[in-house]
């Protein structure tokens, strides 16, 4: 997934260059979810079969892996806080994370639209 700018300096200097190379080179190029995300189909142990650039095998979309952080924490680089995930998992791994995102969000707009702020 794309790092919004706004956290562009919660990432250390070498997430390209050292991070993102080091997690590839575990996962071999395959997503690494476990079950994490909450899919069925990986519950019992199973990792995703979604291989980087290949056509997913569940939606049939070209596969993106991205580096996704289990604690929400772009600072941690720790490997066991970091799998490399195909777009679907890595985005039902963080949905809960979005949803109150956008909770916080709207709460912030409203307070700013009630007080003309």
């Known amino acids: ?10 990432y ?3 997430w390209k260059t050292v991070v993102v190379p080091r997690i590839r080179a575990r996962s071999g190029d395959r997503c690494e979810c476990l079950g994490e995300c909450g ?7 199973g990792r995703c079969k979604a291989l980087n650039r ?12 991205t580096v996704a952080h289990l604690n929400h ?9 970091l799998r490399h ?12 994370h979005h949803r109150k995102n956008a909770r916080v969000t709207r709460f912030k707009k409203k307070r700013q639209e009630d007080f003309g702020l």
């Open 39 to 45: 899919d069925g189909l990986n519950e019992h142990g």
């Open 85 to 96: 995930m195909c777009q679907r998992c890595h985005l039902r791994y963080d949905s809960s």
């Open 1 to 10: 997934m794309p790092i919004k700018p706004e956290n562009a300096a919660r």
């Open 54 to 65: 290949q056509p997913h095998p569940v939606t049939k979309s070209m596969v993106v892996l």
């Open 73 to 81: 924490t772009p600072e941690d680089c720790r490997d066991e806080v």
């Open 12 to 14: 250390p200097k070498d």
